[in-house]
């Protein structure tokens, strides 16, 4: 069986967090099964566990499972497996990486769409970046209401008009984000 690369383990990580934050059920199973289909190429499966006050993202081999249910007895070498947390902080080591990515898409974000979205996506990246060790493409959302109900008001000190267009500069960010990734 072929082992999952890290850009199809990244991709699949991406895809999973677009099916997350989906407006709609069609457009969350629609990157459900292009996930899947991605997997399945390679021989594996996905599924999100819920642990404490996380969830993971769980990849593993498909002759793990029989009759739909994983078997233990048919694990000989769990570096199979992945698992790639979906929520909670991501990996402080990973700091200066994401904090580079985050000012990347704030200069995409100003260059596009001027200082006022600009201000607010470097409020956003601080955040994110600060509080979660993540890019911000990846942001729950919860991570967006703690954001936009906690920690703009009080730390991001907005304009009014920041203030008017401050969901905007969300979706802005993100999509940025996201292009800067290479979606």
Known sequence: MAELPDDVRAKVERLTHRARRAGDEGTASAHRARRDELLAEYGYRARVRQEDAREVLVLYPDDWVEDGT???????????????????????????????????????VRDRHGDVHGDNA???????????????EEATPGEVGEFLAEYFPRNAWPGE???????????????AGEENSGN
């Open 70 to 108: 994983v078997r233990t007895d048919r694990i000989e070498d769990t570096d199979r497996a992945a698992e790639i947390p979906l929520s909670g902080p991501g990996n402080p080591e990973d700091w200066d990486d994401v904090e580079a990515h985050n000012r990347d898409v704030v200069a995409r």
């Open 122 to 136: 470097a409020a956003f990246a601080d955040f994110m970046g600060n509080h979660y060790a993540k890019r911000v």
């Open 161 to 175: 008009r920041q203030r008017e267009v401050i969901e905007e500069s969300v979706d802005l960010v993100r999509t």
